[in-house]
């Protein structure tokens, strides 16, 4: 069994990136195929058509699980409503099963929205029922083919947290500073990596990110030293290579 602090989890601020969207497609394959669907040669172009299709829009969210850098897991979302996310995928590869993995990567995507959104949900087999109950999850079999699960977001802790959003960002700016968003700097900024601060009480101390010419910009709503440090360490250790389990 893999050591728990040897699995990394990174937010996947770029899915564009060379070798990502094989990497969900080797997992999402080999967890499938583990339940007996195995897919063809237009199953594996539909795949890709998916991921290309989801990354167009510019709400999507991602993370990925690591180990020796090599990724074992992945989860992949999207808003749906300002205040509803959905949780399109969740695999991990069928040797690194009931690791922890699942659950982990199930709770980096709900902290990552749970800031500006109250419900998570999605769909999901059968055999994964269980699973999502043990995360909190409501599972409904409705009509259709497969059943649905849904979960209210519990507040966020404290904690630095990554988000993939830009239009939240500049509602959260107008939550932390007075100051106008700059628009620009938030376009240029889409799919660069941003982590946000948040303190005991659930409000956010700072927004920092890094924008296409590799500065970094930091938002702060007070002077808090303390914070802006570890705001910084973040996107440090992120471009090291991945955010360290917790
Ligand atoms: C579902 C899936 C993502 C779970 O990932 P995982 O890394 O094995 O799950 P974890 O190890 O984090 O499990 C968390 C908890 O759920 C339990 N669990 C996981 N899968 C379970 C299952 N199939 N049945 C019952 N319990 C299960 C674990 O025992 C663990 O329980 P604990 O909290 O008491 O220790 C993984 O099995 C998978 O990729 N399955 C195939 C694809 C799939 O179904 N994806 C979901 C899309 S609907």
Redesign the pocket.
């Known amino acids: 069994m893999t050591k728990r602090f040897d699995i990394k989890y990174k937010p996947l601020f770029n899915q564009a990136e060379p070798g990502i969207w094989e990497d969900f497609a080797e997992i999402e394959m080999a ?2 195929a ?2 007996g669907l195995v897919f063809d040669e237009s199953g594996v172009a539909n795949i890709f058509f998916h991921y290309h299709k989801n990354w167009e829009q510019t709400n999507n969210i991602a993370f990925g699980a690591f180990v020796g850098g090599k990724m074992v ?1 992945f989860t992949k979302g999207f808003m749906i409503e300002d205040q509803d996310y959905e949780l399109s ?6 040797e ?10 199930i709770t980096c995507f709900e902290n990552s929205v749970a800031l500006v959104g109250s419900y998570v949900q ?4 059968e ?6 109950q ?2 909190g999850y409501t599972v409904v079999r409705g009509t259709g083919p ?1 059943p649905k699960m849904s979960k209210k977001l519990p507040k966020l802790g404290k904690g630095v947290y990554p988000m993939f959003a830009r239009w939240q960002v500049k509602d959260i700016k107008l939550k932390i500073c007075s100051v106008p968003v700059d628009k620009k700097l938030l376009k240029d900024s889409l799919h660069q990596p941003l982590f946000v601060d948040v303190n005991e009480k659930g409000q956010i101390d700072v927004v920092g990110f890094k924008n296409k010419d590799d500065v970094d910009t930091i938002w702060v709503s007070d002077k808090i030293p303390e914070s802006l440090k570890k705001c910084r360490e973040m996107l440090v250790r992120w471009q090291l290579g991945a955010v360290k389990s917790r």
């Open positions: 967890a499938r583990d339940h897991g995928s969740l695999f991990v590869l069928p690194m099963q009931r690791q922890g993995i699942g659950r982990k990567l999605g769909q999901c087999y055999w994964a029922i269980p699973f999502y043990k995360q497969v």
